[in-house]
């Protein structure tokens, strides 16, 4: 782990996780500033912020700073500013926003290398959102099940979101279009073009089966590593206020939105960033 000289940055769990503290995202942050926020998220794998009352220019202004900001395929972003989208769940609404263990859009070719969230109405109580840390997880497995994995690639399919009331499903629900669906295969293992690391890369919603094998064929060696994933000793859980800020990557953690505020609003906005292909 890094030593910081422009930033606090105290770990939330003991295996993913860290809150900054003593930056304010709306200034035009220095080289150095920026560069430390990115050496802790590298090392946590999800930071968070605190108070960061942004406008939607200075949120994307921060944004552009961390990467290049992308476009979700299946929902328009806000006007004007179309790299971000709202993320919302009304009071009389059940489903949630990706309610479910994932990595954002595993089924595009080219998935985003991190996301961003920040809360502008959250419930009194409810709505938190867990992180599980992928390398822990690989690296737990047995040498043999490793190496098995090594020479994988799965499935990933937008479809699925069907059975696993991902975003995509809650799209429906409400009404839009939601287009084609998408599908990219993408290894197993994957390895972080920044880092070198190895990491699990399936999730419960969008991977269908190895590459080769059939999903029935596929199903018990997934299930086992859908459990494994997400087991408490990889994750942290974060209780949202309005003004917090989560920049989490999807090359070596999932996330998993907690649908517990059933009659409280909850809005959020959102920035994925373009990434690169899997290897």
Same mark, same amino acid.
């Given at each position: 782990m890094g030593q910081y000289r422009h930033?606090?940055?105290?770990?939330?769990?003991?295996?993913?996780?860290?809150?900054?503290?003593?930056?304010?995202?709306?200034?035009?942050?220095? *080289?150095?500033?920026?560069?430390?926020?990115?050496e802790a998220w590298?090392?946590?794998?999800?930071?968070?912020?605190? *108070?960061?009352?942004?406008?939607l220019d200075q949120l994307s202004a921060f944004a552009r700073r961390i990467g290049t900001p992308g476009r979700y395929p299946f929902v328009p972003g806000l006007p004007d500013h179309p790299e971000i989208i709202e993320v919302k769940k009304l009071p009389h609404e059940t489903i949630n926003f990706g309610g479910i263990w994932h990595t954002d859009t595993a089924y595009l070719e080219r998935p985003p290398m991190a996301s961003m969230l920040l809360a502008r109405e959250v419930p009194a109580a409810g709505g938190d959102t867990e992180f599980a840390n992928m390398y822990?997880?690989?690296?737990?497995?047995?040498?043999?099940?490793?190496?098995?994995?090594?020479?994988?690639?799965?499935?990933?399919?937008?479809?699925?979101? *069907?059975?696993?009331?991902?975003?995509?499903?809650?799209?429906?629900?409400?009404?839009?279009?939601?287009?084609? *669906?998408?599908?990219?295969?993408?290894?197993?293992?994957?390895t972080h073009p920044e880092t070198g690391r190895q990491s699990l890369y399936v999730n419960v919603?969008?991977?269908?089966?190895?590459?080769?094998?059939?999903?029935?064929?596929?199903?018990?060696?997934?299930?086992?590593?859908?459990?494994?994933?997400?087991?408490?000793?990889?994750?942290?859980?974060?209780?949202?206020?309005?003004?917090s800020l989560a920049l989490w990557d999807n090359r070596c953690a999932m996330h998993n939105p907690i649908n517990d505020y059933h009659g409280q609003l909850r809005v959020m906005h959102r920035i994925t960033f373009e990434g690169d292909e899997p290897r």
């Open positions: 930033l606090t940055v105290a770990p939330v769990g003991g295996c993913i996780g860290a809150e900054i503290a003593g930056v304010d995202l709306s200034e035009d942050l220095a *080289d150095e500033v920026v560069a430390e926020i990115r590298l090392d946590h794998l999800v930071v968070f912020f605190r *108070d960061q009352q942004l406008s822990a997880a690989f690296d737990a497995l047995s040498d043999g099940l490793k190496d098995f994995l090594r020479g994988l690639s799965a499935v990933n399919s937008s479809a699925l979101a *069907d059975v696993s009331k991902t975003r995509e499903d809650r799209i429906a629900e409400a009404g839009y279009e939601a287009g084609e *669906d998408f599908e990219a295969i993408h290894p197993v293992v994957r919603a969008h991977t269908a089966r190895f590459e080769g094998m059939t999903e029935e064929e596929s199903r018990p060696l997934l299930r086992y590593l859908f459990a494994h994933q997400s087991r408490s000793e990889f994750t942290c859980r974060f209780r949202w206020e309005v003004g």
